[in-house]
């Protein structure tokens, strides 16, 4: 196992963030999984040309990566910096472009999926945006990918947690689904993928049929 300091400078549901040196980061799981799947995607697609951060050690649930210096996109539409038709347009490009890069095993049909693309998986670093989180990554149809970032926006824009990021983050849905492939023919699988997920409250799950409901009515 890899030492860095005791306290890490960033935390999201399953993994956290400490600082090694001015380069480099150290994204650690808390419940050990094992990294080296994501590694290899990671490098895979960094591979054709993608913006991934720089894979150093890999050991376990331990992964050295590139620090990056810039914003989630969603702090910087919460500031103010990005609008939500652009969020919306940028996240499109950000699929398309992973999308055309072609499955490691070569299977007709088969795309790499992030499969959790969203606005705090993304930073905007002064050479454009850079792709984080590959935890969930796979391959699979383009569709599945595209309806679970759809499912993860709609989930924003119905839980009155976020009620202040509502209408923005709806603006910014409606502006991905233009942009991108229709998902239907995957939305109900990424529905029930979702649902799954043992990081999410039961109030989250809860949401899941009106979230289905939004993605349509935007079709």
Do not use: C
Not at 191 to 219: F, H, W, Y
Request: hydrophobic share 45%; net charge negative; aromatic share 6%.
């Amino acid at each position: 196992m890899l030492s860095p300091e005791a306290e890490p400078f960033a935390s999201g549901r399953d993994a956290d963030v400490y600082s090694i040196d001015d380069e480099w980061v150290l994204r650690r799981y808390r419940d050990g999984h094992p990294v080296r799947d994501e590694a290899e995607f990671m490098r895979w697609v960094g591979n054709h040309g993608y913006p991934v951060p720089a894979i150093g050690r890999v050991d376990g649930p331990d992964m050295v990566i590139q620090r990056l210096s810039g914003p989630t996109l969603a702090d910087a539409v919460i500031a103010g910096d990005l609008g939500p038709v652009e969020l919306g347009e940028m996240h499109a490009d950000l699929h398309r472009r992973l999308h055309a890069i072609p499955a490691p095993s070569g299977a007709a049909g088969q795309v790499v999926m992030h499969g959790d693309l969203h606005p705090y998986n993304v930073m905007l670093t002064a050479d454009g945006p850079v792709v984080i989180d590959w935890r969930n990554a796979e391959q699979g149809p383009a569709e599945f990918d595209i309806a679970m970032t759809a499912i993860i926006f709609a989930q924003v824009v119905l839980d009155p947690a976020f009620a202040e990021l509502s209408e923005l983050l709806r603006e910014a849905l409606n502006s991905y689904l233009a942009n991108s492939i229709d998902p239907t023919p995957h939305l109900p699988t990424a529905l029930a993928s979702r649902g799954r997920n043992v990081t999410l409250t039961k109030e989250e799950l809860a949401l899941l049929p009106k979230q289905d409901q939004l993605i349509r009515s935007m079709l």
